[in-house]
């Protein structure tokens, strides 16, 4: 096996490969790969624990690290999710939210496991990518929302 130059490595307490599945049957291309156990106990586990779990999140490879609970995930990293309509929008933000997970404004939440997820639909970033008067109205709209509203960001764009 090659390991990637770069991969994403997300510290969990002690549920990596929980949340490794988690994110394979929610997000397309996502899959769990091997796992590996620890040869010996360390400051988070004992010997033949899960250590490391291999994972991808659409197409994005990352390694879960059971470290123990010495650190927390934090809003400074988080997985942006692209979605195409309200229906896509919907069953990301309530598979998140319905396994534990809490809702946060503007199109984050967080996953049980403490780690943010922005599901944000595609016409928003269009939007913003727009500029000006599009932008400004696409933002001042978002910035009322919890969960991410498709009509709500199009009503902005149109009006004028």
């Given amino acids: 096996m090659t390991m990637n130059k ?51 999140v659409c197409g994005i490879p990352c390694i879960g690290l059971n470290g123990g609970k010495a650190f927390k995930h934090s809003e400074a990293f988080s997985f942006q999710i692209a979605t195409d309509d309200q229906a896509e929008t919907d069953r990301y933000w309530d598979a998140i939210i319905n396994n534990g997970g809490a809702a946060s404004a503007c199109g984050w939440c967080k996953d049980k496991w403490g780690l943010s997820w922005q599901i944000t ?14 932008a400004q109205r696409a933002f001042q709209a978002m910035m009322k929302m919890g969960k991410i509203d498709v009509a709500a960001i199009e009503a902005a764009v149109r009006a004028a």
């Fill in 121 to 134: 639909p595609r016409v928003l970033t269009d939007a913003m990518a727009l500029g000006g008067d599009v």
């Fill in 6 to 56: 770069n991969t994403i490595c997300l510290w969990y307490d002690h549920d990596a490969e929980e949340a490794a599945h988690f994110y394979a049957r929610t997000f397309p291309d996502s899959a769990v790969g091997k796992v590996h156990r620890a040869p010996s106990d360390f400051p988070g586990g004992k010997a033949d624990s899960v250590l490391t779990v291999e994972f991808t």
